[in-house]
Every structure is written in C-alpha cells, then in structure tokens.
C-alpha cells in the first residue's frame, strides 16, 4: 500500500539548521569546500538506511529510506536537478532494517526486498510501471533480519537473496523469477553477522559473499565462496579489522580486482583488505576514523577519477571524505564535515546529472535526510 506524505515546499526545504550544522567543522584538517549546503528532505521515524537506486528507468537516482520505528520505507523520486519530488510512503512490516533492490520478477522495472527486523521475515515490493509498489509476497526467515543482499547464486538468471541473522545465520533465498522465492540452504556465520557484500572474489565465475561480524573481540570478517548452484562452501576467516559492522567491495588499487573495505564503530577504525582475485585477501594496516564510523560509500568524489571513501559517523555527528591515492593507500588526515545528530545510514549518486558524485546522509533522531551537491568550483587541487 501507499501513502503519499505531506506535500513539501521544495524550495523552502532547505533549512538553517542544516545550513549551521554544515558549515564549520572540521576537525581533523581544514577541509576542501567541495560540497554546496544541503537539502533537506522529511523522512520517517529512526531512518535506518538509505538507498540510492534509479527505480523508475528515467536514468535519475532516487533515494529509498528504511524507517524502523515508524514501521515505513520512503521514497523521493529524483527529478535529475539534485532535487526531489513529494515523496511517498511504503507499509511494511515491523522495524524494517535492512534493503536491496534489483529486478525479481523479470519485468525490467526495479523491486525492492526489505528485512522486517521485527517480524523475522523479507518483505518483496514489486515495482510498478506508474512509479508506485506493490506488497508482493513475505518470505519467513527466523528472528531478527538484519542484512540482506542479492545476486544470481545459483547461475540461472534469476536473482537471489541472501539475509544474514542477527546472531548466527546466513539463509539463501532462491529466486523463482516471479517475485517469489523459495529458502534454500541456512549456514552458521556467527558470531553476530552484519552485514554483507557480494562479488566475484576469486574469478570462477560464481558469486561471493564477504560478512562483517559484530561481535565483541571477534577480529575477522568472513568469505563464503559460491559453487554456481546457490550453494557456498563454509566460510574463510579473514584475519583483521575489530568487530566490525558494515563491509563494502570495491577496486581501490585499480587492478581489475575486488577489494574489502569494513568499519568498526566501536574502536574508531577502517580496515583494508586487498583482494588478489583468487578468493585472497591481504590486510592493510588499520587506519583511524572519527567517533562512530558504520556506513561506507564509495566512488570518485574528489574529481580525479581515482575512487575515494566516504563514511558517515554516528557518534561524531560528521561524514569523512577519505582520498584514495589509486594504489590502495589513502591521504591522511582526512575531510571531516558535520551534518548533524547521529548521521545513520549515507549513500552517493550523480543526483543533479553534472558528472559529479554527491552524497545523501539520513539523521537518525531528527527523521530528516540531507542531500549534500558537489559543487562544480571545488578547490580540486587542494584535494
């Protein structure tokens, strides 16, 4: 079902207080002016994460919003201009944490899967050719979903899900091609999975899953390597990092292979860890973040075509622009810019169609999100 929200002045959007928050700040180095004051856009209670995805085949990204208390998910069509339209409002199920989106039923136009953290199950939302969604199906998976990711597992063309458990679980959903899925295998992946990222990591043509564990004291992160047949042998520790909660792959070095990028909130720190494409992993030393990191976004976002992170910071209030040198090193100190109370969730897009990445990042106890545009005069050279 869906609701519309209240309609929204766009141009009185932009408030003050976002305008405050943003301009000062930081703290570990005078930073490079390279994003405008942000937007902002309501939302609904405790956003948890926010999604970047073209949903309506219009080559603009719109932004998807998971709201755990308010039991919601919002989206806010983009219009190409680094604006949004009205937005609306998706039910789902209770204390949803967790989305994906990619195409299940073969039409071409976009759905949504989502963890319904407390119901214990996968709601499906079906795309609609007139921009609207449809509940499709509930897909039972055990208690608290609280990640969840999908790819072809199983080779057939039709995509598949995997949601890890909040204490020891990793189930595989396969895809019937309708909007349908059936639950294949389960695999312990404890301790406290986070969440996961998928890739090709040792170059046999089958899909990978990298995990982030959260558990206290637990110093790896985990690789389940796929057969082809949605199935996955057990899991490869991966020495390094420090309970960490959010993992992100990416080519960092340039080398045509995938590497891992993981935060640990709980000790301040990134991790690095270089894949060599044959399912392989060499960790790089540990680097300082501010209070808090959790998610990460990555891609160019200073301009020099070489890809850097970004990562938002939950206890410090901020979001860091980490530079990358394109050999899997990185510039330090990095950019810090505060954006307000508890920034939850930050995803990346060209949301205004200038060839330039921006970033939207939602405030958790304040039900906003802000869209940050990179501005085309940004002092490049001091990056």
């Not at 993981?262 to 044959?278: H, N, T, V």
Request: proline share 5%.
């Amino acid at each position: 079902m869906v609701k519309k929200l209240l309609r929204l002045d766009l141009k009185t959007i932009a408030t003050l207080l976002g305008a405050l928050l943003f301009a000062g700040c930081v703290q570990s180095q005078p930073s490079p002016d390279l994003f405008a004051l942000p937007v902002s856009y309501m939302v609904g209670e405790k956003p948890e994460v926010i999604l970047a995805k073209d949903m309506n085949n219009d080559e603009f990204p719109d932004l998807l919003v998971v709201n755990s208390a308010s039991s919601s998910l919002t989206y806010l069509e983009g219009i190409g201009d680094g604006t949004f339209k009205d937005s609306q409002t998706i039910e789902t199920g209770r204390e949803p944490f967790a989305l994906d989106v990619a195409d299940f039923n073969g039409d071409r136009i976009p759905d949504i899967a989502l963890c319904n953290y407390g119901d214990g199950n996968v709601s499906i939302i079906l795309g609609q050719k007139d921009g609207l969604f449809k509940l499709k199906t509930e897909v039972k998976v055990g208690r608290l979903p609280i990640a969840i990711s999908s790819g072809d597992f199983n080779n057939d063309e039709i995509i598949d899900l995997a949601v890890s458990l909040r204490f020891n679980k990793l189930f595989i959903l396969l895809g019937v091609g309708d909007g349908t899925f059936k639950v294949a295998e389960a695999y312990q992946a404890g301790p406290t999975p986070a969440n996961m990222t998928i890739s090709d990591y040792n170059s046999d043509g089958n899909l990978d899953i990298a995990m982030a564990l959260n558990a206290v004291k637990v110093r790896h992160i985990k690789l389940f390597l796929g057969n082809g047949d949605g199935t996955f042998l057990p899991p490869k520790k991966i020495s390094g990092g420090n309970q960490s909660s959010f993992i992100i792959h990416h080519d960092m070095n340039l080398d045509g292979k995938a590497d891992l990028i993981a935060s640990s909130p709980m000790k301040d720190s990134l991790s690095i860890y270089m894949g060599d494409g044959k399912g392989k992993f060499s960790k790089q030393e540990d680097f300082a973040g501010e209070k808090g990191p959790h998610n990460i976004v990555v891609g160019d976002f200073t301009g020099d075509k070489v890809p850097d992170i970004v990562v938002c910071n939950r206890r410090g209030g901020s979001i860091s622009v980490i530079p990358g040198k394109g050999d899997g090193s990185f510039l330090y100190p990095h950019y810090n810019y505060v954006v307000g109370s508890q920034p939850r969730s930050i995803t990346g897009a060209d949301f205004n169609h200038d060839g330039m990445m921006d970033i939207a990042v939602v405030l958790y106890q304040k039900q906003i999100l802000e869209v940050f545009l990179r501005k085309a005069n940004a002092p490049l050279n001091d990056v």
